[in-house]
């Protein structure tokens, strides 16, 4: 009998001992496979001081090449760290990477401020945050990354004041970017010429719908609000033809009549928007269409709120993944230099004429 106690011990002893070793090489494979958020100082000399950012890596091991890169955009008091702490990146990222939906990729989450991803220096702003973001970033980020990165391989997105710097930063340079995706984007239409002389006059856009006859109401030109909600992005007081010059729909016009191939366009926002970003959202929509453009546009259910970001991101990502890697194509030069007021040719018979984003309102 004791030899058969002897025997049950000794097996109970090798099946714990066996159970303990498979659970530490599991865990060792998790840790060796986990995705890492990695924040980082980055130098940069058009600000005159380091800018800070969040960098996500993939489990994965990167390819010769290096993986494509996605700049994404934090709102209005945002951070580097909102899409982190707020909106679920990681998890988000290895779920869909994991079930496939999307290939692996490295995401860069800069700091910005509350600078409109504008450069403001000249005007005492927050700083050149266009340049900071748009040179000394990738040049630091892609080179120890993504080494090889081209613009199949590079596109950028933001959520509010991120996707207002998103959709700047892509039609000012197309040919860097191969898609753009704007998530409740902070879009308003140009100050109408006659009224962009105001400076701190300028108290927002007024009343929206206009009622045609007894039973039409129809929507108007989109207008900013007043110049204090921009802080000193765009001066003190508030310059509205800065604005404009800087604006998303004059950066559009000016690419349409160059010719320039832009980057892939998404576009979705909250179909309860509290701050009423749809109307925005719809006018570069519709100025899209009629020059022509191809954009993907969806509206969801949801307020200006994370738990509605942390869902539309998803959809975004795989927009955005699907757009990667897409054989290279020659694309004509972005112009660099915009003209103060931008003319275009009228798409065709019937075609809208709200393309230039600069109608004045009556």
């Not at 990146?89 to 989450?109: A, E």
């Not at 005492?124 to 990738?138: F, K, Q, S, V």
Request: charge should be neutral; glycine fraction near 10%; aromatic fraction near 8%.
């Amino acid at each position: 009998m004791n030899w058969l106690l002897s025997l049950i011990s000794s097996l109970r002893s090798r099946i714990i001992c066996a159970s303990f070793l498979s659970l530490g090489l599991l865990s060792g494979a998790v840790h060796a496979e986990a995705s890492t958020i990695e924040e980082m100082a980055i130098p940069s000399q058009a600000l005159g001081h380091p800018l800070t950012v969040s960098i996500y890596r993939p489990s994965e091991t990167a390819p010769k090449s290096g993986w494509p890169v996605l700049y994404l955009l934090h709102g209005l008091d945002g951070s580097n760290r909102d899409w982190s702490d707020l909106g679920g990146i990681q998890g988000t990222l290895d779920r869909l990477i994991k079930s496939g939906r999307i290939h692996p990729m490295v995401v860069v989450m800069p700091n910005a401020g509350n600078s409109w991803y504008v450069d403001s220096a000249d005007v005492h702003g927050p700083g050149n945050y266009e340049t900071a973001l748009m040179t000394d970033l990738p040049k630091a980020i892609e080179k120890r990354f993504a080494p090889h990165c081209e613009r199949r391989t590079r596109a950028i997105a933001g959520i509010s004041m991120g996707g207002f710097g998103a959709l700047r930063f892509a039609l000012k340079r197309p040919d860097r970017y191969v898609a753009v995706a704007s998530l409740s984007g902070a879009i308003w239409q140009n100050v109408p010429v006659n009224l962009a002389a105001g400076g701190s006059s300028w108290t927002g856009g007024g009343s929206y719908f206009q009622q045609v006859d007894a039973d039409t109401i129809i929507g108007g030109v989109d207008l900013p609000p007043d110049g204090a909600h921009f802080g000193g992005a765009f001066g003190t007081p508030f310059d509205a033809r800065r604005f404009n010059t800087a604006n998303v729909f004059t950066l559009l016009a000016r690419q349409v009549k160059a010719g320039a191939a832009l980057p892939a366009i998404y576009l979705t926002v909250g179909d309860n928007d509290s701050h009423n970003l749809w109307r925005g959202s719809f006018a570069l929509y519709e100025t899209l269409m009629a020059d022509r453009e191809k954009v993907e546009f969806r509206v969801t259910d949801g307020d200006h709120v994370w738990s509605l970001w942390r869902r539309t991101i998803e959809d975004a990502l795989v927009f955005v993944d699907s757009k990667f890697g897409t054989p290279s194509e020659a694309v004509a030069p972005a112009v660099a230099a915009l003209p103060e007021k931008p003319q275009r040719k009228p798409a065709g018979p019937g075609s809208s004429k709200i393309a230039s984003g600069e109608a004045l309102m009556k």
